[in-house]
C-alpha cells in the first residue's frame, strides 16, 4: 500500500523536522526571486460568508508566505470579471483581512453590507498592469486552488505576461478516478484542470502522497512532466473562541458524534443514516447516540435529503446544521465522542487532522489518504462495512471504552504538520527549479 511511483519526493509528517530544518533559510537563499501568489479563488468568493476547504488553503498560503518570505511576495488573480492583473499590495492585505473577518462573524453580516463590501473589494483589487522584470529576477507563479485552471489558454496567457514558472497544488484526482461521485461533467471539468498543469506547470504539490501517486499516473505517458512533491496540508490549534454552538439538549444529556462534509455522494452519508435507524430499531431510542451532520447540501443526495427529511426513526437522533461558524464548530468537535469520516474518497482529510488536533478522536474510512491525514491515529473500517461501524459507535458512547481510551493513548505521540512545514517544501521546491534554470543558463 506505501509503493511510491518513480519521480514523487514525499514529504509528509516524518519529513517535518527536515521541512522546519529549512526555514531559517528561506528568505536567505531566494535573492532574485519573485513569487506571484494567486488570489483568484477568494476574490471570486467576496460574497461567500462561509469558506471551503480550498478557500482555507488559499488564505493558509497567503499568510504563511507572508511570514516566510514577504519580501518576495507578489499578489495576482484573475477577477471575477475574466481580467487578469497584479494586486495592490496593501489592497490584497486587506482584502484577506476582511475575508477572516467575514468567516469569523458568519451569519452575522447583512446583505447589504456583504455586497458593499464585495464591490469595494472588487474596486480596490482592479488588476494593476505587470511591472517590467528587473534584471536577474526570476518569476514563480504559484497557485493554491484549481480557479480558472480549466481554461488552459487564459492560464497559459497569464504565465506568457509574467514570464513566470508555474508551480500549483493539487488537491484530488477524484472526479476522474471516482466519476460516479463527481458532478454532471465534474470529470471532464477536472480533466481540463489536469491537463492544464500538466501541460504548464514545472511543480506539482500534491496534499498527500495518494495524491501524488494519482497524479503521477496522470502525467506516466507524457513526453513533459512537472517535478512532483507531496506535502501534507497544514494543521494548527485553532484560536481561542466563545462558545456559539447551537443549545441544545443532547449536547448535555447524550453522547453525540459529528460528520463534518458537504452532503454528496463519495462522504457516504447514507451509510451513517441507515446504521442510526438500524441502532434506533435495535437498541431503542434511548440508546442510540445523537449524529450532528455539519455540512451544506451539496449534489445528488435524494437518497440522504428523503431520510433526513422524512425518516421518523431518525427525527429525535439525528441534527443536521449548514452554515456554522468556525467557533460553534470547534465546540460541537470538542465534545463529540468522535468524528465520523466514512468516505469512498479523498484527497486528503483535513477534518481528520482537525479533530485530532484538538483532541477528539476520529473513527474514518481504510482509505490511504485518511491513514496519511490521521497520521496513524484513528481507527480505520471499511466505508461499507456496516456492522463494524455500529460496533465501533457503540464502544464509543461507553465512558470507559477501551477503544476510545486507546486512540486517546496514540495521541500522545501526535505530530501534526503545520502550514510552515507545507510551505517549507513549496519553498524548497521553487529552489530546485530556480537552481536547475540557473544551472543550464551558465552552460
Request: charged content about 25%; some cysteine; glycine content about 6%.
Amino acid at each position: 500500500m506505501s509503493t511510491v511511483m518513480p519521480r514523487v519526493a514525499l514529504h509528509s509528517s516524518d519529513a517535518a523536522q527536515s521541512s522546519q530544518e529549512n526555514l531559517p533559510r528561506t528568505a536567505n537563499d531566494l535573492t532574485g526571486v519573485e513569487i506571484i501568489l494567486d488570489l483568484s479563488r477568494l476574490l471570486s468568493r467576496s460574497l461567500h460568508v462561509m469558506p471551503t476547504g480550498v478557500d482555507r488553503v488559499e488564505m493558509a498560503y497567503a499568510r504563511t508566505l507572508i511570514a516566510l518570505v514577504p519580501d518576495n511576495l507578489v499578489f495576482a488573480a484573475v477577477n471575477p470579471l475574466g481580467f487578469y492583473g497584479r494586486l495592490d499590495r496593501a489592497a490584497a492585505l486587506r482584502f484577506l483581512n476582511d475575508t477572516e473577518a467575514r468567516w469569523v462573524n458568519s451569519g452575522k453580516v447583512g446583505w447589504l453590507k456583504l455586497h458593499a463590501r464585495a464591490l469595494a473589494d472588487l474596486f480596490r483589487l482592479l488588476p494593476l498592469p505587470i511591472p517590467r522584470s528587473r534584471c536577474g529576477t526570476r518569476r514563480f507563479y504559484v497557485q493554491a486552488s484549481p480557479h480558472h485552471l480549466h481554461h488552459h489558454r487564459k492560464v497559459a496567457s497569464k504565465l506568457r505576461r509574467e514570464g513566470a514558472r508555474f508551480l500549483c497544488l493539487v488537491h484530488d484526482l477524484i472526479p476522474i478516478e471516482f466519476p460516479e461521485y463527481a458532478r454532471p461533467n465534474g470529470a471532464a471539468l477536472h480533466r481540463r484542470r489536469m491537463d492544464t498543469i500538466a501541460d504548464l506547470a514545472d511543480g506539482l504539490i500534491a496534499n498527500s502522497q495518494s495524491t501524488a501517486r494519482s497524479m503521477e499516473k496522470f502525467i506516466a505517458y507524457r513526453t513533459r512532466k512537472p517535478i512532483v512533491r507531496a506535502a501534507h496540508l497544514g494543521t494548527e490549534p485553532p484560536p481561542a473562541s466563545d462558545d456559539d454552538a447551537p443549545s441544545t439538549a443532547w449536547r448535555t444529556t447524550t453522547p453525540y458524534f459529528v460528520v463534518i462534509s458537504t452532503i454528496e455522494p463519495r462522504k457516504n452519508h447514507i451509510l451513517l443514516l441507515n446504521i442510526w435507524r438500524r441502532m434506533v430499531e435495535e437498541f431503542g431510542p434511548a440508546a442510540t447516540p445523537h449524529l450532528v451532520i455539519v455540512g451544506r447540501r451539496g449534489w445528488e443526495n435524494e437518497n440522504v435529503v428523503d431520510m433526513l427529511e422524512r425518516c421518523e426513526a431518525l427525527r429525535h437522533h439525528v441534527t443536521e446544521y449548514s452554515g456554522l461558524s468556525d467557533a460553534a464548530i470547534l465546540s460541537l468537535l470538542k465534545g463529540a465522542r468522535a468524528l465520523l469520516c466514512p468516505s469512498f474518497a479523498e484527497g486528503f482529510g483535513m477534518p481528520v487532522s482537525e479533530a485530532l488536533a484538538i483532541g477528539t478522536p476520529v473513527i474514518c474510512s481504510d482509505l490511504p489518504s485518511l491513514r496519511e491525514a490521521g497520521c496513524g491515529i484513528p481507527d480505520h473500517i471499511d466505508p461499507l462495512d456496516g456492522p463494524a461501524w455500529i460496533s465501533a459507535i457503540r464502544a464509543y458512547c461507553d465512558p470507559l471504552s477501551v477503544m476510545r481510551a486507546q486512540q486517546m493513548a496514540r495521541m500522545d505521540q501526535l505530530r501534526l504538520p503545520t502550514w510552515q512545514d507545507h510551505l517549507a517544501v513549496v519553498l524548497d521546491l521553487i529552489r530546485e527549479l530556480d537552481s536547475s534554470r540557473t544551472a543550464t543558463a551558465g552552460r
